[in-house]
């Protein structure tokens, strides 16, 4: 037995509208996403150990290198690594920071990037870090720096974070406009089967 007209015409739409909602959704958390990651991710890094100028200290040294943070006055403290380490050391570089303006906020302290600190090969070191003059009233730390520190890996963010936002923002609008191909289509059939049953 066919359907009634009035139950053909109260057939809904397919698909439902709610899947213009999860288009939307998906490019604009694309964007979001991209957003965080331009303006969180960045200011990532660890103040790492403190250190008490004259006390050794041991230290992971990665590739990535570890950057050397200060609080207070800017003073460079120079850092020596161990007899037994100077004779793996193949390398050893620091590049200063500070034109970067690179800031960590631990504990309501504001701290500066002063240094990174960098030596092949990889591994455990010990350092013994001093400051030239006794009266000094900063502290310093060695620890890890930002994700995102140098020209070139802020570009690879930037770029990384754009190709978020367009594809996340294509993928929207395919989306949506598949759904109302769909939906048309679907209304059409419809409109049809009613002409059929009236």
Same mark, same amino acid.
């Given at each position: 037995?066919? $359907?009634?007209?009035?139950?053909?015409?109260?057939?809904? %739409?397919? $698909?439902?509208?709610?899947?213009?909602?999860?288009?939307?959704?998906?490019?604009?958390?694309?964007?979001?996403?991209? !957003?965080?990651? =331009?303006?969180?991710?960045?200011?990532?890094?660890?103040?790492?150990?403190?250190?008490?100028?004259?006390?050794?200290?041991? *230290?992971?040294?990665?590739?990535?290198? /570890?950057?050397?943070?200060? /609080?207070?006055?800017?003073?460079? $403290?120079?850092?020596?690594?161990?007899?037994?380490?100077?004779?793996?050391?193949?390398?050893?570089?620091?590049?200063?920071?500070?034109?970067?303006?690179?800031?960590?906020?631990?504990?309501?302290?504001?701290?500066?990037?002063?240094?990174?600190?960098?030596? /092949?090969?990889?591994?455990?070191?010990?350092?013994?870090?001093?400051?030239?003059?006794?009266? *000094?009233?900063?502290?310093?730390?060695?620890?890890?720096?930002?994700?995102?520190?140098?020209?070139? #890996?802020?570009?690879?963010?930037? =770029?990384? !974070?754009? !190709?978020?936002?367009?594809? #996340?923002? =294509?993928?929207?609008? *395919? %989306?949506?406009?598949?759904?109302?191909?769909?939906?048309?289509?679907?209304? /059409?059939?419809?409109?049809?089967?009613?002409?059929?049953?009236?």
């Amino acid at each position: 037995m066919d $359907p009634a007209p009035a139950s053909v015409a109260a057939d809904p %739409l397919l $698909p439902r509208r709610i899947w213009y909602v999860v288009a939307a959704l998906i490019a604009a958390g694309g964007v979001l996403a991209a !957003a965080a990651m =331009l303006f969180l991710v960045p200011f990532g890094g660890d103040l790492g150990q403190r250190v008490t100028p004259g006390q050794p200290l041991t *230290v992971h040294m990665p590739e990535a290198g /570890k950057m050397v943070w200060v /609080k207070g006055e800017q003073y460079v $403290p120079a850092c020596q690594y161990s007899e037994a380490d100077t004779q793996k050391l193949g390398e050893s570089v620091l590049v200063s920071m500070l034109s970067d303006g690179l800031t960590l906020e631990v504990d309501g302290e504001r701290w500066r990037g002063l240094q990174m600190m960098y030596v /092949k090969p990889v591994g455990t070191y010990t350092l013994t870090c001093t400051v030239s003059d006794e009266h *000094v009233t900063s502290s310093f730390s060695i620890g890890d720096p930002p994700r995102f520190h140098d020209a070139r #890996s802020r570009a690879l963010a930037a =770029l990384a !974070a754009s !190709a978020l936002a367009s594809l #996340s923002v =294509l993928v929207g609008a *395919v %989306l949506t406009v598949v759904i109302a191909v769909r939906r048309h289509l679907h209304g /059409k059939r419809l409109a049809e089967r009613h002409l059929t049953v009236g």
